[in-house]
Nanobody
Framework: HLVESGGGTVPAGGSLRLSCVAS????????LGWFRQVPGDGRVFVAGIHYNGETTWYADSVKGRFAISRDNDKNTVYLQIDKLAVEDTAIYYC??????????????????????WGQGTQVTVSS
């Protein structure tokens, strides 16, 4: 069970820190990712982190502005979002997939809707 939090309404140029906490199982052996979705579209990969915590991946549109991190002891994955833009407005979902499942290193892995998902947290950026 994954629960996201930290969303809200912020002005363009602002920052947010999203959190996703897991209950019922440990994060240690899971690749973790963040996706986002706008009405009428599917979920789109934003950021991912390897289960060992040493490798991260980002969509080109967020590189340099978003940072994913994890705290396995707290069973939590974070997404720091800086320099928010109106086009970042979306519902943000966290994803957890077991380490033997494909990670987020290529387009195929980023397209796969595998693993567990949270209920999402809304991020709205005002101009």
């Amino acid at each position: 069970h994954l629960v996201e939090s930290g969303g809200g309404t912020v002005p363009a140029g602002g920052s947010l820190r999203l959190s996703c906490v897991a209950s019922g199982h440990s994060f240690y052996n899971y690749h973790l990712g963040w996706f986002r979705q706008v009405p009428g579209d599917g979920r789109v990969f934003v950021a991912g982190i390897h289960y060992n915590g040493e490798t991260t991946w980002y969509a080109d549109s967020v590189k340099g502005r978003f940072a994913i991190s994890r705290d396995n002891d707290k069973n939590t994955v974070y997404l720091q979002i800086d320099k928010l833009a109106v086009e970042d407005t979306a519902i943000y979902y966290c994803n957890a997939r077991y380490r033997q499942v494909r990670d987020y290193s290529d387009n195929e892995g980023r397209r796969q809707a595998v693993g567990s998902w949270g209920q999402g947290t809304q991020v709205t950026v005002s101009s």
